[in-house]
């Protein structure tokens, strides 16, 4: 059962709903927008709705137009046409219980098919191990789906070529694979997925390949602002590509909230490229906020995980970053990989803009290739990250902070905490500490500093200084072997020094990503499953 968007979590409100007869059945991820509109038509004609949630006005819709001498994909149709939001859907009838007709709009549904078995689901991995061809349903589409059989039409009726999508997973890959848990194996996987995020892509000439690109080195050198929309843990990724991208291309670039971004009317043209940023794809936000972007002349580039997913298939351009299947709702792997793939576009928006001293772009690509075998030191020291929970753990609150770079970071920290062991954490950029933060801080509180030697690092000293005169337990994020940083501190989190301050990220993030798995592990928390969290947010 999926558990309501609207309503409580009950069994009233969990899915499947019936329809009045009860020969309908119907699941259902997304949102009916117009649902109390339509709630009340149904209620005035005399049908009885037992739940709270907006998916059931669509089981009773469907009945209506069943009453009226349709057949079950057609009374799908005909209801899509009155309903608003976004929606991917599956409903089954009594009278024919081999058919499952399945839609959507927005949301993303995956058909899978293996011999005389045909499957439906809301994403790839579920059906791994299972399908051995794999499809797409495009936006108001509808699946008729039977033992072995695979029928698509537009809501018209008109049919669509099924056209089977390459999928590089396997099962192996979303196993444990004698790991605890997933997100475990996932922290553990990302020296191997930073190495094949970058494969391929860092030639000695510093060469970029966009896996599918319809921009030109010409289209890109006459890009003059950037915007970097995306959510959670890509919109951090996003943050530390603003650092890089301004730096090493000089180009003007704006954060967004992909949930706020096309309701604030911002001021686009052909001039300007949006960088879209999500691990699945298929986050709504996000993907509205491309087509939005789309529709005012701007280009696209998305970098996502996930081969052929909307977004993809929707951009200009497209930056894969090749983690493999995430199974954990807290993004590891996945962030990790889309800041290196941001840091290697960031590079060449700055080689096709002519920007590079002769053996600048060398040594930089350098030292994107050192990354895999860093970040694996530092999941090495996965013990002492434990022994500094264990002292932490009877804290109540944690404030996490960072400045330039290590803003994002100390973002991340905190997210990663609230995320999976639901302690009150919250990130800020260092020096805001006195414009109001610091009233919080207070004996028991622990302020997790990322004080890694890049930029500022003598104003996040004092900043620490600032936390410790109060009592708080501070945590440092440190290079190996800085004795100086390890000082003003009540523990140390040992990363070795990134080869250039932009990538600090890559490594800095990873001990507290592990603070949090350890934390979490700590108060018996299901890691992989965090209360109230989805994997993909598909609904607005």
Known sequence: MRWATHGKPSEANAHPHLDCTGNLALVHNGIIENFSALRNDLLAS?????????????????????????????ALSAVLGRVTGAFALAVVHSSDPDLVVAARRVSPLVLGRNGDVSMVASDIPALLGHAKEFFVLDDDQLALVRPGALEVRNLDGSPVPLRPRAVEWDLEAAERSGYPDFMSKEIHEQPQALADTLAGRLAEEGSLRLDEDRLSDEDLRSVDKVFVVACGSSLHAGLVAKHAIEHWARLPVEIDFASEFRYRDPVLDGRTLVVAIS?????????????????????????????????????????????GPEIGVAATKTHLTQIVALDVLALYLAQVRGLFYSNELSLLLDGLRSLPSLVEETIERSGEVQATAERCAEAGSFFFIGRHVGYPVALEGALKLKEISYLHA?????????????????????????ATRTPLWEKVASNIAEVSARGARVVVVANEGDTETAALADDVLWVPKAPSPLFAPVLDVVPLQLLAYHLARLRGNDVDRPRNLAKTVTVE
């Open 46 to 74: 005399g049908h009885e709705l037992r739940s709270d949630t907006d998916t059931e006005v669509l089981v009773h819709l469907i009945e209506d137009e069943i009453s009226q001498g349709l057949g079950l994909a057609e």
């Open 279 to 323: 691990q699945s794809g298929e986050t709504i936000d996000t993907l509205q906020a491309a087509r939005s972007a789309a529709r005012q002349r701007a280009r696209v580039l998305t970098v996502t995980n996930v081969v052929d997913s909307s977004m993809a298939r929707e951009s200009d351009a497209v930056l894969y970053t090749r983690a």
């Open 426 to 450: 919250e990130g800020y950029p260092a020096g805001e500490l006195k414009h109001g933060p610091i009233a919080l801080v207070q004996e028991g509180s622990v302020v997790v500093a990322v």
